[in-house]
């Protein structure tokens, strides 16, 4: 069961526990009636020797499958206590088990197909990391490597290996440093710079992002207190240039993410903002998406801030760079160096698989090749249209059809900015919303959009994947989909043909008359 977002597995003798008192509440007259019901329901390990259900070992493990069938066995003999004419038939047991062992087996992370048309979707892990980046970390994960030894002293060394200088060198910074997130990050800075002074910021800025990120929470956290500075829609450089006084520890810029304001609205570029300050006072970025090579409307690179000025930048290693989850803090030696020495970045410095798979996808980058994110939102709509095309032509005639789209970067990088792609729009018998969740649930799932009373799927998205697969899936789903749809329909006419054998005339409850209370 499910509470508040968390999955429960009961231990299986609550159930049983229920039955033996059930059981013994039953008059001696029924009890044997009622054990001969139950004898129906196979045993545990009977159906732990299924195949079909030792399938899941491998996906789940044995202990976990075996605690899901002994429950969904329990359902059953609860119902069939509670009810003495539900007739328990094994292969209805067997089902059951199946289906409860599916939707578990849902929950785990697979290989997924996006075709929403969003390429940093956080729903879906964000950008994935190329093969040739996660081939190159293979040895470093599946041995032992030197995460915190000098090889040719043999003393202990730095954590993260070529890592950080790599991050510099993207940057254009002289230095960087590695961390969990770009949360994590921020944290880090203003709690190493800010604690117990007061922090700069426009009042336009202090915005909440996806899963409840809030930039005040983060400087309360800090031990920072804000100061605002210009008006939702207005910010100027004599704004920040008045709020400097002796508390002062630094202004924070902070990328707006996932909106846009449009309008009569201003606000200073970094260099004007670091042009008003005194030079003591520094300037923390949190950029946020990782933009380093893109060239996304209205997006500024990492560099840019550094080549404006600014002190330290931070940002995300799981969005436009195409990396691991991982913050990055760039900027300054000195202050770089006070975050490293804080205790609080151990709690948030990352272990080998993170260094290593960022390691090759910082070379990657350095040596001009773009990441998968890149690539799809760079892609030719020519080459969408031929992808589509090929998919189009092995699904049954008249059930795709090719229209345009507008795709988006997502991960908080430019919020209401588009670029063209091409989509299927997918008609079927049953619903789109019953198409919708077919395709989720199919052995490779697919995620797509609703549009006009169809599934759209864009191919921006699907730009890297094998056609074959989409194919699979689509047409698996359409199938499903269209079985739902007569399975709900017989149940249906069950139901209706039922009620119209029930006593009474009126449309109120069964065996009312018209006009009983």
Not at 243 to 272: M, Q, Y
Not at 286 to 295: K, L, N, T, Y
Not at 479 to 489: D, G, I, M, P, Q
């Amino acid at each position: 069961m499910e509470v508040d977002g968390v999955w429960w597995l009961p231990r299986s003798s609550k159930p049983l526990a229920v039955l033996c008192a059930v059981v013994g509440s039953i008059p001696a007259s029924s009890a044997m009636e009622t054990n001969e019901r139950l004898s129906a329901i196979p045993q545990v390990e009977r159906l732990l020797a299924d195949p079909d259900v030792a399938a899941f070992f491998p996906l789940l493990s044995r202990p976990l499958a075996t605690r899901v069938v002994t429950l969904s066995l329990a359902a059953e003999r609860e119902r069939a206590l509670a009810d003495g004419d539900y007739a328990v038939d094994a292969s209805v047991c067997r089902a059951a088990a199946i289906r409860a062992l599916e939707v578990l087996d849902r929950k785990r992370l697979r290989k997924t197909l996006n075709g929403t048309g969003i390429v940093l979707n956080t729903n879906l892990g964000r950008s994935p990391v190329s093969e040739s980046a996660w081939i190159g970390a293979h040895d470093a994960n599946t041995g032992y490597a030197p995460l915190e030894l000098d090889l040719d002293s043999g003393k202990r060394g730095r954590r993260g290996g070529l890592c950080h200088d790599l991050a510099a060198m993207l940057a254009g910074a002289e230095a960087a440093l590695v961390v969990n997130n770009n949360a994590a990050g921020v944290l880090l800075a203003l709690t190493a710079i800010a604690k117990d002074k007061e922090v700069v910021i426009a009042r336009g800025e202090q915005v909440q992002i996806g899963g409840g990120f809030r930039v005040p929470d983060i400087l309360e956290l800090a031990g920072a207190r804000f100061v605002e500075v210009g008006t939702t829609n207005i910010v100027t450089e004599n704004d920040y240039r008045r709020a400097i006084h002796t508390e002062t520890s630094c202004v924070l810029l902070v990328h707006t993410s996932n909106f846009a304001l449009r309008g009569f609205s201003s606000k200073p570029g970094p260099a004007a903002v670091v042009a008003a300050l005194p030079a003591s006072i520094p300037v923390i970025v949190d950029q946020g998406s990782g933009c380093a090579f893109e060239r996304i409307p209205g997006e500024r690179q990492v560099g840019d801030y550094i080549d404006a000025g600014c002190t330290l930048v931070c940002f995300s290693a799981d969005k436009l760079l195409g990396g691991p989850q991982a913050g990055i803090v760039a900027g300054r030696a000195d202050l770089v160096a006070r975050l490293a020495r804080h205790p609080l970045y151990r709690a948030f410095r990352p272990g080998k698989m993170v260094y290593s798979l960022l390691e090759r996808v910082l070379v990657e980058r350095l040596n001009g090749e773009a990441g998968p994110a890149g690539r799809a939102i760079a892609m030719p709509v020519e080459e969408l249209k031929k992808t589509a095309r090929k998919i189009r032509s092995k699904l049954p005639k008249g059930v795709a059809t090719l229209v345009d789209t507008r795709a988006a970067s997502g991960g908080g990088s430019g919020p209401d900015e588009f670029f063209d792609s091409i989509g299927l729009s997918i008609t079927s018998p049953s619903s789109a919303a019953m198409l919708q969740a077919a395709l989720r649930k199919a052995p490779v799932p697919l995620v797509a959009m609703i549009r006009n009373g169809a599934v759209l799927v864009d191919m921006a998205t699907l730009a890297g994947e094998d056609p074959m697969d989409v194919v699979a899936t689509i047409s698996w789903a359409l199938e499903r989909s269209v079985s739902l749809r007569a399975s709900a329909e017989r149940y249906t006419e069950r139901n209706a043909e039922h009620h119209a054998e029930l006593p009474g005339d009126g449309p109120g409850p069964a065996g009312a008359t018209q006009g009983s209370a």
